[in-house]
């Protein structure tokens, strides 16, 4: 099989969060996002096996309800770190109930109580389905963003979007098609400068 390295390479090295520029009057349509979530659901697994589920919302209401309870989350958080609000931060929440779609990725089960090895084989089960769908996203022209706020939220999201008890949402992406969005790769330290050989900072001439 042909495999075009450069390709994949470019979608996989410039799957930005996209909050701007996004072609809100455009339905993303339910085949196209049917096609991204089954090559999603190719992802690795660890012991949680298939417990991803899928929630679309395209609804105006549970749109709208779900964007005020991000905005909510959004500037508790940055008023509690001081810190002010990025332009493309605003933009994602003046304009959040106007997004096409949004995509709750779930999970049927819960975290284990124990930490660390536990919890990163129940997260581990289901955080690369995600990072997958949004790659998938990519390669059709249709910016995401990867927020996972309303995960502090997980019983009044439960209650818009009727989910039963036991499941949990972990990341939810805002998603639509772009509009004149240039994505380029991020300003990253190398390779060789993050990399250690046989124990940590070791980092051999190349």
Same mark, same amino acid.
């Given at each position: 099989?042909?495999?075009? #390295?450069? %390709? ?6 410039? =799957? ?10 455009r339905p993303v349509e339910r085949q196209v996002l049917f ?8 992802? /690795?697994?660890?012991?949680? *096996? ?19 309870? &991000?905005?909510?989350? #959004?500037?508790?958080?940055? @008023? ?5 609000l990025k332009p493309s931060h605003k933009a994602l929440i ?6 096409? =779609? ?7 089960? %819960?975290? /284990? ?5 536990? %919890?990163? *084989?129940? &997260?581990?089960?289901? #955080? ?15 910016? @995401?963003?990867? !927020?996972?706020? #309303? ?6 999201? =439960?209650?818009?979007? @009727? ?5 949990? $949402? ?6 639509? &098609? !772009?509009?004149?969005?240039t994505l380029r790769r991020a300003d990253r330290l190398p390779?060789? $400068?993050? !990399? ?9 001439? !190349?």
């Open positions: 099989m042909d495999i075009n #390295l450069s %390709q994949i390479d470019e979608i996989l090295s410039t =799957a930005r969060s996209v909050r701007r520029k996004l072609d809100f009057d096609d991204c979530i089954n090559v999603a659901v190719q992802a /690795p697994t660890g012991l949680g *096996g298939e417990s991803w589920r899928f929630i679309v919302v395209d609804d105006t209401a549970q749109k709208g309800a779900i964007a005020g309870l &991000y905005r909510e989350v #959004l500037l508790e958080l940055m @008023a509690a770190r001081n810190l002010p003046t304009h959040l109930h106007r997004i096409p =779609a949004m995509i709750f990725v779930c999970v049927d089960g %819960q975290p /284990p109580a124990e930490a660390s090895g536990g %919890q990163l *084989g129940f &997260y581990g089960s289901i #955080l690369p389905a995600a990072w997958s769908l949004m790659l998938a996203l990519r390669a059709r022209n249709i910016g @995401a963003t990867w !927020t996972s706020l #309303l995960a502090a939220r997980q019983a009044e999201v =439960a209650r818009i979007l @009727a989910m039963p008890a036991g499941t949990m $949402q972990t990341v939810m992406l805002p998603v639509g &098609y !772009t509009k004149g969005a390779a060789e $400068q993050v !990399t250690f050989f046989n124990r940590w900072g070791n980092q051999p001439d !190349t």
